[in-house]
């Protein structure tokens, strides 16, 4: 071997060396680069030197975990955005709702000083409006909240599937690449890029097939890319509440699977599902049951009295009835319709499952924990009698037929005030127009426990700022904390894969020199070449 | 450890941009003055303020509606005053009409000034508060508490229940009375009253007076009547017994008291004793029977007697009706005592409250300034840090 050809191989080896630190360089801020190394080798083929390889340098442990810290942040950080509403609109202020209960029973103190005065049984409408106003607004919200949530899903599936659907093409391209001996180091860059994209999306497990391909599944075990197959997740309208949307999986035959939500614990998708069963739900009842229990309060005392005109007071408050929706799959021809009992101390700030079974008959659980519920068969007129509502049955229901009982989600949202007419204010028990008794009544709604039978409305209310605030504070904690695990897991794959800038720098002064030196050797070896020449 | 540019680059911005917020949220503490805006600044005391504010509402509206009902009871007191004037001045002129010499056209004079006590009553019984409800008609507020019947009798049209108002989380109170207790109504104290009936006779009554509480029967009135035996003298019969003679001068002692009787009475004369609070106690009805008895002209012996018989029942009537207004006075009274004790109670509260809330949610200046001025050279030295760093490069050399 010429000394030439040698120094002509260090010239190449310095030049691909050169090229990949320039590459590194270049890409020292590229998401998802891995830092390429070039391996100096002995050439095989004499004497010189040959670049071996050019290595990603890559841990598939660390990036596993690191995925994994990035789906469990992503879900907390979607859960924080969702649940940041809520403890924004509880903040306090003028319109805070528990300010507006107390302006409306101050109305109905001023009322009581002077029940025959006109202008404070005014007052008293005007403090209800603005109270039910309130209530309907953030209950909208919520309900808005739970639309967006919905729609939110939707979108999130369809980038999965995209994201998938590249996955598995990339799949192909390496497996291919792979058995021409020649891999491409950018497209595993760029399929592992999509894996961490995807993780943000939905927690999943991640296997490498001996052809090089990965196998990504869901945390159940289905599989949302198989070598170059990708399986869609797709959305639809839940079969227990439809008010919820639920997400399917498409196997390879075509089958449908309805994926519970508990499938979904990470990742944005699995954030959200958390925070639509338990935060948003919980703050809908809470709202609606203080809706509900100030109604029938109040509407048992106007019952109960006579207004200015001499009548006997009228419904004063509205809310709409429980909702309730048979499961789709249901095979009976039964429907159910609920209205609100007298008993209203009975109510409870959750949703509850009626099922039917032949041996049993009808059966009710809450859905909060799961526990039995008492309830009362009325053979005679088919009605069903729980937790404060009164269920009428028409039709007749199949054994395991089930329907979704929902007393207060949306009883926030459809609370109004029925009159604009102060003298409809059954203030007294009698027709003396300075009878005040019924307003005393009424006035002592305010201290007494007549939510659930054991909390005041104002306590309602403290509990419900209470379990929104601690879950807001929690889920910002928890966050921090993951924020910080998946800072140390990013600064433990970049150590390995990242660029570092003087190190390059110092790589380029080293390689360029090489070079010069490999230049030198071709230098050394013409002049030797043409003082043999000169000799002939 | 090897660290990536990408990674210094982060970890620089990212510690950067926490200590922004940082700031910002110690700023917004600064200029707000308060630490808990959202319940998840602090959930527990967010909660808690929740029942603090209520408790203050309830203890506002506790003291609003003492405030009115000070306002009621004391137009009611001063009221009151008027009307025990009114009793006073009608009682001087009972004893004015007391006197044997007066002429009929004197007891007619004195039966004016005593129609003109009447119609101050009328007019005290019948007051208005501000808004126009009539003080002493109960929950009737929109009518007179008294008005005239087709015979001229003032008929009370109030009822029987006074206007309560919540005062304190405990008690509810009175605003005020009504008329039935003020004009008719007896206090619990008051003694026996002895009417004669429409008699012909110049029989006269002194009494009764209470001789012996023990008696089995002391409690209970009695009724007189009057008959002609038949030896002609008279006798009277006691509750329908069998008659007993009668001599002027006697003194009867019946149930515990005792009535002394002069003058001639004639068959079917009467003369009841009831215990006041039986006998329909009502102030106009025994001021106008009197004013009518003094507009009587007195010619027999049978017009002295019932003139002598009205007086003196009259005056017990009144005294027994101003006994019973100062009975409703000292209520008023001790009900705005209670309300000033409440008052006092109430502010205590309200300020105890007020300083529980201010820990609660307010923010702690002297806290919160030295954190916010300490996160303001904490981002300084995070932007310099961030600066100086990215200086830091190999390539500055090559």
């Given at each position: ?6 120094g ?10 050169l ?27 004499g ?27 992503s879900?907390?950080s ?20 528990d300010t ?29 409006q603005?109270?039910t106003?309130q209530?309907?607004?953030l ?13 939110q899903?939707?979108?999130q ?12 093409g ?11 001996g ?11 890029l ?50 919820k ?14 994926l ?27 709202l ?5 229990s ?10 109960s ?6 009548d ?19 095979t ?5 319709s609920?209205t ?27 859905n ?19 937790a404060?509502m ?8 199949d054994?395991?037929d ?54 005041t ?22 966050l921090e ?5 998946t ?13 570092n ?36 | 450890?090897?660290?990536s ?16 917020s940082?700031?910002?949220d ?23 303020a ?20 000070t ?27 007391n ?20 119609d ?20 009737q ?7 005239a ?15 309560k ?42 009494g ?19 008959s ?10 006691l509750?329908?017994?069998?008659p ?22 004639v068959?079917?004369?009467s ?25 009587t002209?007195?010619e027999?012996?049978?017009?002295q007697?019932?003139l002598?018989?009205?007086l003196?029942?009259?005056?017990r ?7 019973n ?27 105890s ?27 300084q ?6 600066v100086?760093?990215?200086k ?6 090559i």
């Open positions: 071997m010429s000394i030439i050809s040698i002509v191989s260090g010239l190449t080896a310095a030049q691909i060396a090229s990949t630190s320039s590459s590194n360089t270049t890409n020292a801020y590229t998401a998802g680069y891995n830092l390429q190394v070039a391996t100096f080798s002995e050439s095989t083929s004497s010189g030197v040959q670049i071996a390889s050019v290595d990603r340098q890559y841990n598939q442990f660390v990036t596993s975990q690191l995925n994994g810290s990035i789906s469990t942040e879900a907390l979607t859960y924080q955005t969702e649940v940041d509403q809520i403890d924004s609109l509880l903040a306090d202020g003028d319109a805070s709702l507006l209960m107390q302006s409306f029973f101050s109305s109905i103190q001023t009322l009581t000083s002077d029940a025959s005065d006109t202008a404070a049984r005014e007052e008293v409408v005007g403090a209800a603005t109270l106003s209530f309907t607004q209950g909208s919200y919520l309900d808005d909240m739970a639309s967006d949530v919905n729609s899903i939707d979108d599936v369809t980038q999965v599937n995209d994201l998938t659907e590249q996955i598995a990339l799949n192909k391209k390496i497996s291919l690449s792979d058995a021409l020649s891999t491409s180091n950018a497209l595993l860059d760029q399929r592992d999509l894996v961490s994209q995807l993780s943000e999306l939905v927690d999943v497990d991640v296997t490498t097939q001996s052809n090089g391909s990965y196998t990504v599944a869901l945390s159940n075990g289905l599989a949302l890319v198989s070598g170059n197959d990708s399986f869609d997740l797709q959305t639809a309208v839940s079969a227990s509440d439809p008010t949307t639920a997400v399917t999986y498409v196997d390879a035959a075509g089958h449908t699977t309805v519970d939500d508990s499938t979904f614990e990470g990742g944005s998708l699995g954030g959200l599902m958390d925070f639509r069963d338990t935060s948003l739900g919980d703050a809908q009842n809470q609606g049951i203080l809706a509900v100030l109604t029938q309060a109040f509407n048992t005392l106007q019952a009295g006579i207004d200015l005109n001499g006997t007071g009228s419904a004063f408050f509205s809310v709409d009835d429980p909702s309730i929706y048979g499961n789709t799959q249901n009976g021809d039964a429907t159910l609920a609100f009992t007298d008993d209203v101390s009975a109510l409870s700030a959750t949703d509850y499952t009626v099922k039917y079974s032949d041996t049993d008959g009808y059966t009710v659980t809450r909060d924990s799961g526990a039995s519920v008492t309830s009362a068969y009325d053979s005679n007129n088919d009605t069903l009698t729980f404060g009164s269920v009428a049955i028409s039709g007749t229901a054994d395991g089930s329907f979704l009982v929902l007393p207060t989600r949306n009883a926030a949202s459809s609370f109004s005030t029925l009159t604009g007419d102060g003298s409809l204010i059954a203030a007294g028990t009698s027709t003396g127009s300075s009878d005040n008794s019924n307003a005393l009544a009424m006035l002592n709604l305010q201290t007494d426990s007549i939510v659930g039978g054991s909390k409305l104002s306590q309602t209310y403290s509990a419900l700022v209470s379990d929104v605030g601690s879950t807001a504070s929690k889920v910002a904690g928890q904390t993951q924020s910080g695990l800072e140390q897991l990013t600064t433990l794959q970049q150590s390995e894969s990242g660029v800038l003087d190190e390059e720098a110092a790589n380029l002064i080293v390689y360029q020199q090489y070079y010069q030196a490999c230049a030198k050797v071709v230098e050394v070896g013409t002049s030797l070449l043409d003082t043999i020449l000169d000799i002939s | 450890m090897r660290l540019s990408a990674t210094i680059y982060n970890q620089s911005l990212n510690s950067m941009l926490a200590q922004e940082a700031y910002q110690a700023a917004q503490e600064v200029s707000s003055g308060t630490r808990v805006v959202n319940p998840s600044d602090d959930s527990l005391a967010a909660a808690q929740v029942n603090v504010r209520q408790a203050i509402a309830a203890n506002t509206q506790y003291a609003d509606s003492r405030s009115a009902i306002t009621s009871l004391s137009q009611e007191e001063s009221t009151l005053d008027s009307i025990n004037d009114a009793i006073t001045s009608a009682k001087a002129l009972i004893v004015q009409a006197n044997g010499t007066l002429s009929d056209a004197d007891r007619e004079s004195i039966a004016t000034s005593l129609q003109g006590v009447y101050t009553l009328v007019t005290l019984a019948n007051a208005t508060d501000s808004n126009g409800n009539y003080l002493f008609s109960g929950y507020s929109q009518s007179p508490a008294f008005a019947d087709a015979n001229g009798d003032l008929v009370y049209q109030g009822d029987d229940n006074a206007i108002q919540q005062v304190s989380s405990t008690q509810s109170m009175a605003s005020g009375d009504t008329g039935a207790t003020i004009f008719l109504s007896v206090s619990s104290s008051a003694g026996f009253i002895a009417e004669a009936g429409d008699n012909s006779g110049s029989v006269t009554f002194s009764p007076t209470i001789t012996d509480t023990q008696d089995a029967n002391y409690g209970t009135g009695f009724s007189l009547t009057f002609t035996a038949a030896d002609g003298t008279a006798q009277y019969s509750d329908g017994a069998t007993v003679a009668y001599t002027s001068g006697d003194s009867l002692e019946v149930n515990g008291l005792s009535l002394t009787l002069s003058g001639a009475p068959d079917g004369d003369i009841t004793v009831s215990k006041a609070a039986d006998a329909d106690p009502d102030l106009f009805a025994s001021l106008k029977n009197l004013i009518s008895v003094l507009q002209p007195v027999t012996d049978a017009d007697a019932n002598s018989n009205t003196s029942t009259a005056s009537q009144l005294s027994n009706a101003q006994d207004v100062l009975t409703v006075q000292t209520s008023v009274g001790s009900r705005l005592n209670q309300l000033e004790v409440l008052d006092t109670i109430g502010d205590d509260l309200a300020l409250y007020t300083e529980r809330l201010s820990g609660l949610v307010d923010a702690d200046y002297t806290e919160s300034v030295t954190e916010y001025t300490a996160l303001q050279v904490a981002l030295a995070a932007q310099q840090t961030f100086s760093l990215q830091m490069s190999l390539f500055e050399y």
